[in-house]
């Protein structure tokens, strides 16, 4: 069965520093999720991407977040300055399905980053 | 704004019994979606069941099974027959139909299964 990609697992990076999480999506769905969650808290919508650009974003996704569909299979999130509360799990979804489709969102494994 | 509770932060169940998982959700729209995710030790949220709230019949698959009151805006997963293997975190989320395909998450409910 298909997958969600998530690279890498874990990342860890200096307070200040750039960040990019990579994902490979299912390769025939055409909308494109981050969640984050943060240690022993619940799962937090990102952002949403379809048709190459944001269809949705939260108030946590600020100027210092960007995602990018660089190329035909990858959607990466980028953290421009991290700072010590974006330490958390990241996760990548993918659904397949129209405006009223019950398609379920897949989801990667995620990634851990930790900022020091 | 559409809000998902789990009440229940931790729950055990010996195994081959029977547990259910409480989920009670806010919204003001009509449409929408219901999901159970698992999310074993290994981390991938894994789609358990679905329910669309135009349906009145309760999803099933095997061994697991939704309450869906949608008067009372709860959604129970009923796990039976409770297998080592469904020891993990279960979240239940909550998709709308009016614009925007996010999920909003439930604090999640970590199930223990005891042998």
């Known amino acids: 069965e298909p997958e969600v990609t998530q690279t890498p697992s874990h990342q860890v990076t200096q307070m200040g520093q750039e960040v990019i999480l990579r994902c490979v999506p299912i390769?025939?769905?055409?909308?494109f999720y981050w969640y984050r969650q943060i240690l022993g808290q619940k799962v937090e919508f990102l952002v949403s991407?379809?048709?190459?650009?944001?269809?949705?974003k939260s108030e946590i996704f600020d100027d210092q977040f960007s995602v990018e569909r660089p190329d035909g299979s990858n959607f990466t999130l980028k953290i421009r300055s991290t700072k010590l509360e974006d330490s958390a799990m990241y996760f990548c979804?993918?659904?397949?399905?129209?405006?009223?489709?019950?398609?379920?969102?897949?989801f990667g494994d995620g990634t851990r980053l930790s900022i020091l | 704004a559409q809000t998902v509770t789990q009440s229940q932060p931790e729950m055990s169940v010996q195994e081959a019994e029977t547990v259910t998982l409480s989920c009670t959700y806010d919204?003001?729209?009509?449409?929408?979606?219901l999901f159970w995710y698992k999310q074993p030790p290994s981390r991938q949220m894994i789609l358990v069941i679905r329910?669309?709230?135009?349906?009145?019949q309760n999803a099933t698959e095997n061994r697991f099974s939704v309450n869906f009151q949608k008067a009372a805006k709860s959604f129970s997963l009923k796990i039976s027959d409770s297998q080592l293997g469904d020891a993990a975190m279960y979240f239940c989320?909550?998709?709308?139909?009016?614009?925007?395909?996010?999920?909003?998450f439930g604090t999640g409910t970590r199930l223990k299964v005891l042998a």
């Open positions: 979804a993918s659904s397949e399905g129209a405006y009223y489709s019950n398609q379920p969102q897949h």
């Open positions: 390769s025939n769905h055409l909308y």
């Open positions: 991407f379809y048709n190459n650009e944001i269809s949705e």
């Open positions: 919204t003001s729209e009509s449409d929408y979606y």
């Open positions: 329910q669309e709230a135009y349906k009145q």
């Open positions: 989320a909550y998709r709308g139909t009016s614009g925007t395909y996010k999920y909003i």
